[in-house]
């Protein structure tokens, strides 16, 4: 089992920037390939970046400029970092584990951008 905790998000206004960062449980957090999704109301969730066990990156076309995502195995973390945050953007954003077919999610942490 995996634990994961999600942290980082809040009120911000438009064309602000935000970390989020999503700490796992585990002595295998290397090997996991980790995600950052979104769901805004009314809408089905959504991945925004990716980031597997060699480091490889995958992002979603429509934030792929304004969006980083790094890991860090020591610490057991990945993080997100957004660029010139718009209101769609708005969104409850989820961390996921996935190792060996099996997945796991965060609670998941809000992300409010307004003025």
């Known amino acids: 089992q995996v634990q994961l905790v999600e942290s980082g998000g809040g009120l911000v206004q438009p064309g602000e920037s935000l970390r989020l960062s999503c700490a796992a449980s585990g002595d295998l957090f290397s090997t996991y390939t980790m995600g950052w999704y979104r769901q805004a109301p009314g809408k089905q969730r959504e991945l925004v970046a990716s980031?597997?066990?060699?480091?490889?990156?995958h992002t979603s076309a429509n934030v792929w400029d304004r969006v980083t995502i790094s890991r860090d195995n020591a610490k057991g973390t990945v993080d997100l970092v957004m660029k010139d945050l718009k209101p769609d953007d708005t969104a409850v954003y989820y961390c996921?584990?996935?190792?060996?077919?099996?997945?796991?999610w965060g609670q998941g942490t809000q992300v409010t951008v307004s003025s």
């Open positions: 980031i597997n066990s060699e480091y490889a990156t």
């Open positions: 996921r584990a996935d190792d060996s077919g099996r997945s796991y």
